[in-house]
């Protein structure tokens, strides 16, 4: 290689190592002060290079570009580098390394060091639920073992801000929030580098490299961060710097290692909260269902008496003459059986699935019903805030039950504030994916709307948010109301495969949010298809009778038994069917053994199951079967007649 001689001394003369330059003849004529100390003379200028290194070959014999040469005990390395070889003045580059054998003691202890407090932090990580304690505690090691002067841990929080932890004994924070910001400038592109490179960055004070102005900001000479990643999301990192020294392999070693326990750390203390939550929540869940069960004990029996108290009052109403009074009192009639089957429902049907009764629901319409109601109604002194998506998510289900839920959401948000702050109420199109899956771990992934209460009231306490969903649990007086309110609305949720989650704090206010599946608009009905024959299977007398007088009068024939027994020798003798609605509790066989004896004798005439327990629909897989379509009782005419029409 041909180097003038001012270039290479101007090269020798920035570096911290020890340089010397020699000539042909084996003379030094140049070195830097590091050489000088490391020969231990006062003057090396003219001296010859064996005078310094005795143990050294003449120079003016090396034949290679670079040499290495090993002084003895230990002293150090020499290192000869043949420059400008073909000039008249043959020179040579001299670089003294010495050895530090306490370096190898140092990183041995340093190393044993690192595995005693890597247990005691797999051992803290037992026992200890606190990200940030143990953030803290894995800090204080990393700057130790490392051996650097500042620390700290940046743990990043999609939901709320980032949270920093720090070990700064040398105060060299002075402004916490001009850190922060800095910090987080900067994470802008360093996050983006370690998703490429995915291990700890070093950053030096050069202009350029990324990140150098944070070691102007904390005031030191190097700074080590490294990541940790957790399912693949950076979620924290470990940032540690030294004043005055370099970092070595092993300490930069030391903070990766210390990383990946965090990711751990963060790994594990997130399994443990979702492992804890979703228990509580399938504790509240079994809980709920458990008392649902109980009531629904009741179910068929009462029923069968609305559905009876239904149908007479329909054929009433068709063959007695029209009068006021008379109307007025069947009106009466109806409306009273009405609310017992609305609030019977309420009940019955909490925790069971898909409701009785389904239409589309477009979530806009109803929100904007629900705001005209509550500016007409709700005191001026409350201050009502919306905010609703241009086009939620159709939904599925009964439009009723769903209006009720909301409305009694914004009225107990209304009680809530005492009659004074602000209620907001607003909705969106919300989709469950991987990514937010462990968020609600209850609901199965797909699109939802989502509908929230927001109220500033005086919030829940924490020990009351898991009774709250509970039938008669109430923090009003008794005057105010029965405490069926929300053990109803999460039925009425639940039924509609969807689920509500209440968030509160103290002094601040509550949300419920209710999620309910997206929906695609179902075909257009069939129209009616009279001249059909329905055989029509229920041991209850007066409803079978009330049912087939009704269906006659809407002109299909009707064929009358009261056992499964009796309707597999109808149709295997007698009669063609077009449809059968069995019911689901007779005695002997029953509507589920007698359909599946149907299809076993290859009948393939839809079916309907009619049945007054609501748990029955819970517990079925209707078209593995054979089961066309189900009816809760007691029955909405006008919804059965519509199901009959599709079928047949």
């Not at 910090?183 to 580098?193: A, C, E, G, V």
Request: charged share 25%; hydrophobic share 40%.
């Amino acid at each position: 290689m041909a180097i003038s001689k001012s270039a290479v001394l101007q090269i020798l003369k920035t570096s911290e190592r020890a340089y010397a330059v020699a000539d042909k003849n084996d003379k030094i004529i140049w070195h830097n002060k590091y050489f000088l100390e490391a020969s231990g003379k006062e003057k090396l200028t003219g001296i010859q290079v064996k005078e310094v290194f005795p143990s050294l070959p003449e120079l003016n014999l090396i034949k290679s570009d670079v040499s290495v040469f090993e002084l003895p005990d230990n002293q150090g390395i020499i290192k000869v580098t043949l420059i400008d070889s073909t000039a008249h003045n043959d020179r040579f580059i001299i670089e003294f390394v010495p050895i530090d054998r306490s370096n190898d003691q140092s990183e041995k202890n340093s190393g044993l060091l690192f595995q005693k407090e890597m247990q005691n932090i797999l051992t803290l990580l037992v026992k200890e639920n606190s990200l940030d304690v143990l953030s803290e505690e894995i800090l204080f090691r990393v700057i130790s073992i490392s051996r650097s002067n500042f620390g700290l841990v940046i743990v990043f929080d999609e939901k709320k801000e980032s949270r920093f932890i720090t070990v700064d004994p040398e105060k060299k924070i002075t402004d916490e929030t001009e850190i922060k910001n800095a910090l987080l400038s900067n994470f802008s592109f360093i996050s983006k580098w370690f998703a490429i490179n995915k291990k700890p960055l070093l950053i030096k004070p050069e202009q350029g490299n990324i990140g150098y102005n944070l070691t102007e900001i904390f005031r030191l000479k190097n700074i080590v961060i490294a990541p940790c990643f957790f399912d693949n999301k950076l979620v924290a990192a470990i940032l540690v710097g030294k004043n005055d020294k370099n970092y070595l392999a092993s300490e930069m070693n030391v903070v990766e290692q210390f990383a990946i326990l965090l990711s751990f750390a963060t790994s594990s203390i997130s399994t443990r909260e979702l492992n804890a939550t979703l228990e509580n929540r399938l504790m509240q869940a079994q809980k709920l269902e458990t008392i649902g069960k109980l009531t629904s004990g009741m179910a068929h029996d009462f029923s069968n008496l609305l559905s009876s108290i239904f149908g007479s009052l329909n054929l009433l109403k068709k063959r007695v003459t029209p009068r006021e009074d008379i109307t007025r009192l069947l009106d009466n009639i109806e409306s009273c059986s009405i609310r017992a089957k609305d609030l019977t429902k309420g009940l019955l049907s909490y925790g069971k699935p898909t409701p009785k009764r389904k239409e589309l629901i477009k979530p806009n319409h109803l929100l904007s019903e629900i705001s005209k109601v509550i500016n007409q109604t709700f005191p001026k002194n409350i201050t009502f805030e919306s905010n609703i998506a241009e086009k939620i998510f159709d939904i599925l289900g009964n439009g009723t039950e769903i209006y009720q839920v909301l409305l009694n959401l914004c009225v107990n948000a209304k009680e809530a504030i005492e009659g004074k702050g602000t209620i907001k109420l607003s909705g969106k199109n919300f989709n469950l994916n991987s990514q937010n899956l462990m968020e609600h771990p209850l609901l199965e992934k797909g699109n939802y709307a989502m509908i929230s209460v927001q109220d500033s009231g005086t919030g829940i306490k924490e020990e009351n948010i898991q009774q709250i969903f509970d039938p008669y649990f109430s923090t009003k007086v008794k005057e105010t109301g029965s405490g069926l309110g929300l053990y109803v609305t999460y039925g009425i949720i639940k039924a509609h495969k969807g689920h509500i989650e209440v968030t509160s704090v103290p002094d601040a206010g509550t949300r419920f949010d209710v999620f309910i599946p997206a929906f695609e608009p179902k075909e257009l009905e069939k129209q009616p298809a009279p001249d059909k024959i329905i055989l029509l299977v229920d041991d209850e007398i007066m409803l079978r009778d009330l049912l087939a007088e009704l269906l006659e009068s809407n002109g299909y024939y009707v064929v009358i038994v009261s056992t499964g027994e009796e309707a597999l020798k109808v149709l295997t003798e007698e009669i063609r069917a077009d449809l059968v609605i069995i019911d689901y509790n007779m005695p002997g066989m029953n509507g589920l053994e007698c359909i599946k004896k149907i299809r076993e004798l290859k009948f393939t005439m839809p079916i309907i199951l009619s049945s007054g327990s609501l748990s029955v629909e819970e517990n079925l897989n209707p078209a593995e079967i054979g089961i066309n379509s189900i009816l809760s009782k007691p029955y909405e005419f006008e919804s059965m007649l519509g199901t009959i029409q599709k079928l047949i």
